[in-house]
């Protein structure tokens, strides 16, 4: 369950976490892409809610040459692959891995084949960061005993555009996004592609998205309650931090002020409340007024 869910009795519509699928294993690697010869490390990412092994990494050339590299745990879990030299450009890799998944045999579960492309300059800047317009809408908020729960809100969608030096690195970039500080969603190596879009998140793993803030503002008829509001209404900083995996050369952080609204509220009406008049035709406030003056100017003619 996420985040340790909701308490509340066992349901047949609880959430539980996904299966443990071979096949979701990958390196964040675009079909017929080129790594740049002096990539400083290369990635495989497991199934949701499960790590890679980093033992079972190999790096082999087409011809079956084993490589040699370092071998590390890295972020989400991943397996992080750093080769010993420089990848020699025009030549065929093979990385393999072995499966995270219980009660699978150690063989290789994913055998990724890429060539190797011209050493390039290690990037030095980031990209652009923009928000965008602010949306009142209604959205899901992820986690907790029943998965996700419907709510109403302000949504903000973020606009990243990747600097072109970065660009060939991409496939090797983890990302962070913070507000006022405090992380507010992570997303994997390979998570963002050319163009700033950003894939689809395993929500299990990453409920919130990389380019989007939210606050709730109203929850739908429904008994449940979200783990979380998201993000106060008014004023914020969104900070977007890109890490090259195993760089020496740092990435700048990205920073846009932000602001989000919910929509005010109109009391209701107090019953029979009309200001100073009365209901059934008692005095006004002017009546009352009208009456002073007359008794005060009766009493100042009496002898």
Known sequence: MLGGGIARPPSAEACSGPTCVTS????????????????????????????????????????????????????????????????????????????????????PAISVAFTAGPAVALPTASGSLSAGAEQQTSFEVWGGALCSVGVEGSVLPLRFTPAPELVPFLPWVHWTLEVDGQTWATAPHGAVDAAGGVMSPNRFGYPHDLLSVYAVCHL???????????????????????????SATPLPALEIPFTLTCPKETPDPVPGDRGCSQVGGGLTALGVLATLGLWRRSRQSRP
């Open 220 to 246: 739908q008829p429904s008994n449940d309650r979200p783990q979380d509001k998201g993000i106060p209404p008014g004023q914020h900083v969104a900070t977007l931090r890109p890490v090259l995996e195993q």
């Open 24 to 107: 979701t294993i990958r390196a964040p690697l675009p079909a017929g892409a080129a790594v740049p010869a002096n990539v400083p490390a290369l990635v495989v990412l497991p199934p949701v809610l499960q790590a890679i092994d980093p033992m079972g990494l190999r790096l082999r050339t087409a011809d079956g040459a084993s490589v040699e590299a370092s071998l590390l745990a890295g972020p989400h879990r991943s397996g992080v692959l750093i080769p010993a030299a420089p990848l020699v450009p025009g030549t065929g890799y093979l990385l393999e891995s072995n499966t995270p998944c219980r009660d699978m045999q150690p063989s």
